[in-house]
């Protein structure tokens, strides 16, 4: 059992947590490491385990992982803070960075990680920092001062960001990317002719299809404008500032809508950019202002209620989101499918299973071509509403959809189970392998169809294929704890 318990530990580590559902999908594999790496990763959890209870233990997140000391080398600092890095848990990547860079202050490469790193996790204020340290040991390296620009922009400094890439852009071969945030630049200080000069320049000189795409966006905010004759200034400010949310360059966005606002408060349209660039920053205060803004001039417009609902969702005020979302749907705002599927995920969060399904059917019934869409609505009527019959129904009108799909077959064998259909749950959940033999949904199901029916060895097999899939997901971990418990008896 203990060494089960090391393979449960390491999945707790990856804080891939299920609360309160089970959410079929396949995962990337995790990218190889070392195995000192291993080692010492196990090391931090045996410490973890000793610290928290076992109710705890599945509830462990990157903000409350116990801070462990241990003599790791220099090397093992960066493989440890890469490993975390590559599984999006910033905070603990940059520590492992900052104790390497501690180790050795001489080398550049802690700092380079800080750097990029910081910047993911939006403290700009130490990635800073991080890029004048780099500076300092590589003066004038080219990557570092464009990170620089882009870290001054993300800060609304743009007459620094400015300078940077103006040095930049002497000389031959100069990176596209320059030449295209400085147009960007100039646009947004009202320069429009060299803005346009320099992002066609950047066109020009582009193989990158992506940055070739978002030129075009900027070019098509001045069509539009070009093309309505009479439209006055203000309407191509709001025109490019559309294009900078689009773009995510939300700084950029805000700094033009200032300008719009200052000189025209009674703008609905306006309002809506300037909360959504403030949304999409997770600046959810000023969001909700500039909706409620938009609100106070167009009461019926179904934008505003859509995204004012976000953002009281994202606020926490749960209540209130649901109006204002149900507003939206009432005066037709469009795609209606993304409506539905929030408010089926806020019932959820309510514990109104009952609207949540309903919601999470009415995604269905206006687009049933994705399979994970089937997934919510069995899981609801298997595990909280207690009516495995509608859960049956759903999955066998996605394994109609879907007849070839091994996940149409692993739900259809889930909701057999509810039913207690074992042998059909059975045919069907060994089709589902059999269709994709890495699909670990299938192998923990099957896991808990032997369970219940006491055939022990196969289903602590199944079990430990399941984790070996999905080491780092929701499914492993159920699989993980399973095993555990079954192993126990």
Known sequence: MRKFLAFLLAVILALVVVTGGLFYKQEGSFNEFSFSSAINIWKDIVKID?????????????????????????DER?????????????????????????????????????????????????????????????????????????????????ESASTILESLSVGQNVDPRITYYRGLLQIVNENHDEGKKLIRQALSTSKDPLLDADIETILAAYTEYEFAKAADEIYLSELLARSFNKLGEYEMAIHKLKGILKTRNDLRDAWILF?????????????????????????????????????????GSIDDAIIYLNYALSNNFQPEIVVHQKLADLYMEKGDYTKSVESYEKVLALSDDDINSFVRPIWIYLDYL????????????????????????????????????????????KKAIELDPNLPAAYYNIARLYDTQNRKSLALEAYQKAYELDTNGSIGNLAAQAYNELLSQ
């Not at 000023?286 to 953002?311: H, I, K, M, N, V």
């Open 50 to 74: 000793s610290k928290v209870n076992d109710k705890d233990k599945v509830a462990i997140t990157e903000t409350n992982i116990p801070e462990i000391e241990e003599n790791l080398s220099y």
């Open 386 to 429: 207690n009516e495995p019959d509608k859960a049956l129904n759903i999955a066998e009108v996605a394994n109609t959809t879907f007849p070839e799909n091994a996940m149409s077959y692993n739900l259809l064998g889930w909701s057999q189970i509810g039913t207690e259909d074992y042998n059909e749950a059975e045919i069907n959940l």
């Open 275 to 315: 909360g959504f660039a403030y949304l999409s920053l997770e600046k959810y205060y000023f969001a909700q202002s500039a909706f409620e803004r938009a609100y106070e001039l167009d009461s019926e417009w179904p934008t505003t209620q859509y995204f004012l609902g976000l953002t009281l969702a994202e606020m």
């Open 78 to 158: 960066i493989e440890k803070g890469d490993y975390y890095f590559e599984r999006g848990f910033l905070s603990f990547a940059s520590n492992e960075y900052v104790k390497a860079a501690n180790m050795e202050p001489n080398r550049v490469d802690p700092y380079i990680k800080l750097l990029k790193t910081n910047y993911e996790l939006g403290d700009y204020a130490k990635a800073q920092k991080n890029a004048e340290t780099i500076l300092e040991k590589i003066p004038n390296d080219s990557n570092t001062l464009f990170d620089l620009a882009m870290i001054h922009i993300k800060q609304s400094e743009f």
